[in-house]
């Protein structure tokens, strides 16, 4: 039986490839925190993908306790972690304006606005002009900057230590006090991204081998100048493309009033994290987490093996389709201390002394789990070729 990826897995699974970080399918910042909202993702945010393809904030480590940021409350254990201001690099422009991201295989030829043809470029669209992308394939992705993108930059290592030791603490928040359900492996902390004033996000996909796509961007020209953006897909396979941003209501000069005084304060700790009001994150970037899911260790109490491997470097080849399933064990208690003991490798082992009875639910139809290259890799590595049969496993995207 042929198993249909959602829009935002198949986006995500052909521009991972270009080692951006991860893609996301929704940029805009997500929910309804106002001061959240005005600059969306940051350095410091744990949280996870959601299956729409957003990303969802549950607290963040930069941010104080009582901080509009982490009104939802924190994990057990939680210190504020601030990062020295030189440590947050903005590289402006790193994805020039009307620039686009395609996956493998995608063909294109520039148009200009008075319908010319100069022929196939593998440079950026031209000012004035348009462009028609074609791919052979029988899944694509596209993302088109109108105004580029910025990239920031924090050294990850920053945040390797607190990962360590604080992981199971934040899947307990996340799924025991806040009820989110994050499968095990799909918690992220953020150390880096691009963001975007504006944006295209498109993706197609066919079960069949000999299906052929085209997406044609149009430029509205007015004396040269360039007015606005239109998209276009001709294909047989189902295809769709998103574009923003699109103003929420929380987003409003009336509802942004009442919150100035915290909007302030957040610029005074996160003023690094959109620059020049670049709120729209295309891509991610830092670690996501794993824990070992066997029960029976569980039950012994058996002494906890981090792994650590970079998505950055993954080669292509090493990509693997997640798993169908990917319940999440939510154990009756959680060890309230650990212990620590370095091991070579750039692993460690956290223990866990008290043996603990665990309940697995599975909610049908089964929720489809944002895609990651690295699921099977972890859990295979978690689960069959470690001496220690209970871990974490993290790595970077």
């Known amino acids: 039986m042929v198993t249909c990826l959602p829009d935002s897995q198949v986006y995500a699974k052909q521009l991972l490839?270009?080692?951006?970080?991860?893609?996301?399918?929704?940029?805009?910042?997500?929910?309804?925190?106002?001061?959240?909202?005005?600059k969306g993702v940051r350095i410091g945010d744990v949280g996870y993908v959601t299956p729409d393809g957003a990303f969802e904030t549950l607290f963040n480590l930069r941010a104080a306790r009582t901080d509009p940021i982490n009104s939802r409350g924190v994990p057990e254990g939680f210190e504020q972690f601030m990062v020295p201001e030189d440590d947050i690099v903005h590289i402006p422009n790193y994805h020039q304006s009307n620039s686009s991201i395609t996956s493998a295989s995608a063909k294109k030829r520039t148009i200009s606005c008075e319908g010319t043809t100069p022929g196939i470029s593998t440079g950026g669209v031209g000012v004035g002009a348009g462009a028609q992308f074609t791919w052979d394939s029988s899944e694509g992705a596209i993302l088109h900057l109108p105004d580029g993108a910025s990239r920031i930059i924090s050294p990850a290592e920053l945040f390797r230590d607190t990962a360590l030791h604080s992981a199971k603490n934040w899947y307990k928040f996340a799924n025991v006090t806040l009820r989110r359900g994050v499968h095990n492996g799909a918690l992220y902390l953020v150390t880096g991204f691009d963001k975007s004033r504006s944006w295209m996000v498109g993706s197609f996909s066919d079960a069949s081998s000999d299906s052929r796509a085209s997406l044609?961007?149009?430029?509205?020209?007015?004396?040269?100048?360039?007015?606005?953006?239109?998209?276009?897909?001709?294909?047989?396979?189902?295809?769709?493309?998103r574009t923003g941003p699109t103003q929420s209501v929380v987003d409003s000069c009336d509802a942004l009033s009442p919150h100035r005084t915290a909007i302030l304060r957040d610029d005074e700790i996160f003023h690094a994290d959109a620059p020049g009001g670049q709120n729209q994150c295309v891509f991610l970037r830092g670690y996501r987490i794993m824990l070992r899911t066997n029960p029976v260790s569980?039950?012994?109490?058996?002494?906890?093996?981090?792994?650590?491997?970079?998505?950055?470097?993954?080669?292509?080849?090493?990509?693997?389709?997640?798993?169908?399933?990917?319940?999440?064990?939510?154990?009756?208690?959680?060890?309230?201390?650990?212990?620590?003991?370095?091991?070579?490798?750039?692993?460690?082992?956290?223990?866990?002394?008290?043996?603990?009875?665990?309940?697995?639910?599975?909610?049908?139809?089964?929720?489809?789990?944002?895609?990651?290259?690295?699921?099977?890799?972890?859990?295979?590595?978690?689960?069959?070729?470690?001496?220690?049969?209970?871990?974490?496993?993290?790595?970077?995207?």
């Open 298 to 397: 569980s039950m012994l109490g058996i002494s906890t093996k981090v792994s650590v491997d970079s998505i950055l470097n993954t080669s292509p080849k090493n990509i693997f389709q997640p798993t169908a399933k990917s319940p999440f064990t939510l154990s009756g208690s959680m060890p309230s201390a650990y212990n620590d003991n370095v091991s070579s490798g750039g692993s460690k082992t956290i223990d866990s002394p008290e043996p603990r009875d665990e309940v697995i639910l599975e909610q049908y139809p089964d929720i489809s789990v944002p895609y990651h290259p690295s699921n099977a890799i972890n859990a295979y590595l978690l689960n069959t070729v470690s001496d220690k049969p209970e871990g974490i496993s993290w790595s970077m995207y």
């Open 216 to 241: 044609t961007l149009d430029v509205a020209c007015f004396g040269g100048a360039r007015v606005s953006y239109s998209y276009a897909w001709e294909t047989s396979s189902p295809a769709v493309f």
């Open 17 to 38: 490839l270009k080692r951006h970080g991860y893609p996301l399918w929704v940029p805009e910042p997500y929910g309804n925190s106002v001061a959240y909202r005005t």
